[in-house]
């Protein structure tokens, strides 16, 4: 069980790579807060989720909430920056 918790954190770490690795000459002409931001969001995201898969990290009630809350405050912070600077015109 724990070689498919890795192998599944690898498999998440990789595919965010090659989404960096195919956006990663837009994402360099971007202004530094957006990249600030979005590789930030992506740092965070993989600390959360390696904490969460190394040392069972989420064990309960608030613990779950918190993991939950970071994961979904990530995606959002990078989705925003993401739309924010692939936008053009007006929302």
Do not use: K
Not at 14 to 42: H, K, M, N
Request: glycine share 6%; with cysteine; proline share 3%.
């Amino acid at each position: 069980f724990f070689i498919v918790r890795i192998a599944f954190f690898l498999a998440i770490a990789f595919f965010i790579y090659l989404v960096w690795r195919e956006r990663r000459e837009e994402i360099a002409a971007w202004p530094q807060r957006p990249r600030a931001v979005l590789y930030g969001g992506a740092l965070l995201a993989v600390v959360n989720l390696g904490l969460a898969f190394a040392i069972d990290y989420p064990d309960g009630g608030l613990e779950i909430f918190i993991f939950i809350a970071v994961l979904v405050a990530c995606v959002f912070s990078m989705w925003r920056v993401w739309r924010e600077q692939t936008t053009y015109g007006h929302y």
